[in-house]
């Protein structure tokens, strides 16, 4: 099975390869847009799935299309390749920032430049033609506790976590889900307040141990952090209760595997980067020919087919669900 | 003074009767908190802190401090992995937690002879090799979290010295892990207590200048203090690895504060010259029960960082106002008995 997906995806390297080859080739056609994708750091696995993105949009549209990214996730060395990317004149730069506020004078540059700059992951980001985001935080707070409402069956005890009782994103998807919960499943209760993890796995254990002391009765657990379900899922399995107490959260299978296979965590959820990087380049492809986006538009990328549109921030509903079956689909 | 009082005014006598104090609280908020299962989690939820807070001490007793060293026990726990994983070779467990220690060892010597060699200030060295450590292992290591570590390191995990069930019928088990801490703790007490080189530390610590004129040659000495404290620290670190399953390097760094405050709690100060392995246990004892009962208390979460704070401020301020009261008294004795 590994093998097999090794070759397919060689396969496809290889056949973009082939193509953006003979894009270079028809170099002066005037329809081609040059688009540079800058993420916060290159070489991990989350952006090299990115990096598959942009490349299929490059094979597939014959767009020069093109990722780079810093060897640190530094704000400052982000700034100097957007430097760079505006002194060649690129058409659009699209960009995953690892502090919005650092970057926003160099894109407001880029923007005077007649560059479109496309945002991700950054929706407080002034300086944009557009920002693309997986999803709106509230409705991927109720589609998780829609989850964990229905492994419980739709009552019992359950706890949430946070990163950090600091994190804006975190607050607002459990704020919306135990809203949520409130609203629909009534047989459910919040035994305490959000629990901080500080998105350590063993803070996460240790709170976990600590809750089913405390509340024997617990049923379910959602995390936000990645490190949340997995440390959950450990207190949980030491203590003999795997299966009594589902788990439910945001996590990647390269951190959360070992325990979705043994199901001691029902689902993760988290978006696909490769998805997000074809929606960006499609976004910002829009922006050069001039074409507007408009609230519910389908930009015929899987996640985002309905588009919510507030202000220039455009949200999907681009979150994968992985449970023990779908696992081996996802290799970051 | 009555034998009672006297107790109370050393430290560890004040860190005692806090601990003991904090867990009549708990235990009339809720009876659940009076078990051998409570127990067996604090132990093993105070398994790392206590191994740093060791190292930690033994640097406070020199009169210096160490914040870099959960930077060190992070690169070691991640760099062993690294290496295991790269020869692929079957290697006994006890292999994992020497190579984890010689790292550690390795990074101490950076600091020792920073620190011995050119005489800088401790903190400045550490807060510099804190994030130098942690820089280099995130830029040249990886930022990528193991979580396929050696069948070693899981069997080890899964090796259980006790287990029991608590009163709502789920299991506690204590670790093989915690060996290490009784380890480390048996060989440092004897390095501190039995030793000349341990005398020496406390020597160091008290003042360097009449340490320096009784002949210690400080340097060296201070030298092997961080040596020895870095590979302890490269121990927590690999320990770290066996409880939680993965090698995440973006672990163990943020809990320096956490294990000092244990320290200070155990009765080492930051002046130097004080610090006992015994009391050190109890100062981590004192904060892992703070830090993982609070939810049990029903503190909200807001309110538990401010609570961790106080209890902090308290236990570690009322030794000295105890220890100055004392002092005030005998001053203000002294002229009358002469009268």
């Given at each position: 099975m590994a093998?097999?997906?090794?070759?397919?995806?060689?396969?496809?390297a290889l056949g973009a390869a082939l193509i953006v080859g003979a894009g270079a080739v028809t170099h002066a056609q005037d329809a081609k847009h040059s688009?540079?994708?800058?993420?916060?750091?290159?070489?991990?696995a989350w952006f090299n799935r990115m990096e598959e993105g942009v490349k299929e949009y490059a094979a597939e549209t014959g767009h020069d299309a093109t990722q780079v990214g810093p060897a640190s996730a530094d704000a400052a060395l982000q700034v100097q390749m957007i430097e760079d990317l505006i002194a060649k004149k690129v058409d659009a730069i699209t960009v995953v920032p690892n502090s919005p506020e650092a970057l926003e004078p160099v894109l407001g540059k880029a923007l005077d430049a007649g560059i479109k700059v496309v945002g991700h992951e950054a929706s407080s980001l002034q300086n944009v033609t557009y920002d693309v985001e997986a999803f709106d935080n509230a409705a991927y707070g109720r589609h998780l506790m829609e989850a964990l409402a229905q492994a419980m069956g739709g009552e019992g005890e359950y706890a949430v976590f946070v990163g950090h009782l600091t994190a804006k994103t975190h607050n607002e998807?459990?704020?919306?889900?135990?809203?949520?919960?409130?609203?629909?499943?009534?047989?459910?209760?919040?035994?305490?307040?959000?629990?901080?993890?500080?998105?350590?796995?063993?803070?996460?254990?240790?709170?976990?141990?600590?809750?089913?002391?405390?509340?024997?009765?617990?049923?379910?657990?959602?995390?936000?952090?990645?490190?949340?379900?997995?440390?959950?899922?450990?207190?949980?399995?030491?203590?003999?209760?795997?299966?009594?107490?589902?788990?439910?959260?945001?996590?990647?299978?390269?951190?959360?595997?070992?325990?979705?296979?043994?199901?001691?965590?029902?689902?993760?959820?988290?978006?696909?980067?490769?998805?997000?990087?074809i929606a960006m380049n499609k976004v910002a492809s829009m922006a050069i020919e001039g074409k507007e986006i408009t609230d519910g538009m389908d930009l015929g990328v899987e996640g985002?087919?309905?588009?919510?549109?507030?202000?220039?921030?455009?949200?999907?509903?681009?979150?994968?669900?992985?449970?023990?079956?779908?696992?081996?689909?996802?290799?970051f | 003074m009555n034998a009672l009082a006297r107790i109370f005014a050393t430290p560890q006598g004040i860190v005692f009767f806090v601990?003991?104090?904090?867990?009549?609280?708990?235990?009339?908020?809720?009876?659940?908190?009076?078990?051998?299962?409570?127990?067996?989690?604090?132990?093993?939820?105070?398994?790392?802190?206590?191994?740093?807070?060791?190292?930690?001490?033994?640097?406070?007793?020199?009169?210096?401090?160490?914040?870099s060293h959960t930077a060190i026990g992070a690169f070691a726990m991640y760099a062993t992995m690294k290496i295991v994983l790269g020869i692929d070779l079957d290697l006994p467990i006890?292999?994992?937690?020497?190579?984890?220690?010689?790292?550690?060892?390795?990074?101490?010597?950076?600091?020792?002879?920073?620190?011995?060699?050119?005489?800088?200030?401790?903190?400045?060295v550490t807060l510099g090799t804190l994030s130098f450590f942690r820089g280099a292992l995130l830029t040249f290591l990886g930022t990528t979290y193991i979580t396929s570590v050696p069948r070693e390191v899981i069997n080890f995990s899964r090796t259980i010295l006790i287990r029991i069930e608590n009163a709502v019928g789920q299991m506690v088990s204590l670790p093989a892990s915690f060996l290490v801490l009784v380890a480390v703790t048996i060989v440092l007490a004897i390095i501190m207590n039995f030793t000349v080189f341990g005398r020496k530390v406390y020597a160091i610590g008290g003042s360097e200048e009449a340490a320096q004129r009784i002949g210690i040659r400080i340097r060296r000495v201070k030298v092997l203090i961080y040596v020895i404290?870095?590979?302890?620290?490269?121990?927590?670190?690999?320990?770290?690895?066996?409880?939680?399953?993965?090698?995440?390097?973006?672990?163990?760094?943020?809990?320096?504060?956490n294990v000092i405050a244990?320290?200070?709690?155990?009765?080492?100060?930051?002046?130097?010259?004080?610090?006992?392995?015994?009391?050190?246990?109890?100062?981590?004892?004192?904060?892992?029960?703070?830090?993982?009962?609070?939810?049990?208390?029903?503190v909200p979460s807001y309110w538990q960082k401010f609570v961790i704070g106080c209890l902090i401020i308290v236990g570690t301020g009322l030794p000295i106002v105890i220890d100055r009261l004392a002092r005030h008294r005998q001053r203000m004795k002294r002229p009358l008995e002469a009268g």
């Open positions: 093998l097999n997906l090794r070759k397919l995806t060689a396969g496809v688009i540079v994708t800058v993420v916060k750091l290159s070489g991990i998807w459990v704020d919306a889900a135990i809203e949520y919960q409130k609203e629909k499943y009534p047989n459910m209760t919040l035994v305490t307040d959000k629990l901080e993890s500080n998105e350590q796995q063993q803070t996460a254990y240790q709170k976990t141990k600590e809750l089913l002391r405390t509340y024997p009765n617990l049923k379910g657990i959602q995390g936000s952090a990645g490190e949340d379900v997995v440390g959950a899922a450990l207190a949980v399995e030491e203590a003999g209760l795997d299966g009594k107490v589902k788990i439910v959260g945001t996590s990647l299978v390269s951190v959360a595997g070992p325990y979705l296979e043994t199901g001691a965590i029902n689902m993760i959820s988290f978006w696909d980067p490769a998805k997000a990087g985002y087919n309905a588009i919510k549109l507030d202000g220039k921030v455009l949200y999907g509903q681009a979150w994968v669900d992985v449970t023990t079956d779908n696992m081996n689909e996802y290799d | 601990a003991v104090l904090f867990a009549l609280v708990l235990g009339l908020i809720n009876p659940a908190f009076f078990t051998p299962a409570t127990l067996i989690d604090l132990a093993r939820n105070g398994l790392v802190t206590g191994i740093f807070a060791l190292g930690v001490m033994m640097v406070l007793a020199s009169g210096g401090i160490d914040v006890i292999a994992y937690f020497v190579i984890a220690a010689i790292i550690g060892a390795g990074l101490g010597l950076i600091n020792g002879v920073l620190i011995g060699g050119l005489g800088l200030n401790t903190l400045i404290a870095g590979a302890i620290a490269g121990l927590a670190g690999m320990t770290h690895v066996t409880l939680s399953r993965m090698a995440n390097p973006f672990d163990l760094v943020g809990m320096e504060l244990a320290v200070v709690l155990g009765g080492a100060r930051i002046t130097g010259g004080h610090g006992t392995v015994l009391g050190t246990l109890l100062g981590v004892f004192v904060i892992t029960m703070i830090n993982t009962t609070l939810l049990m208390a029903g």
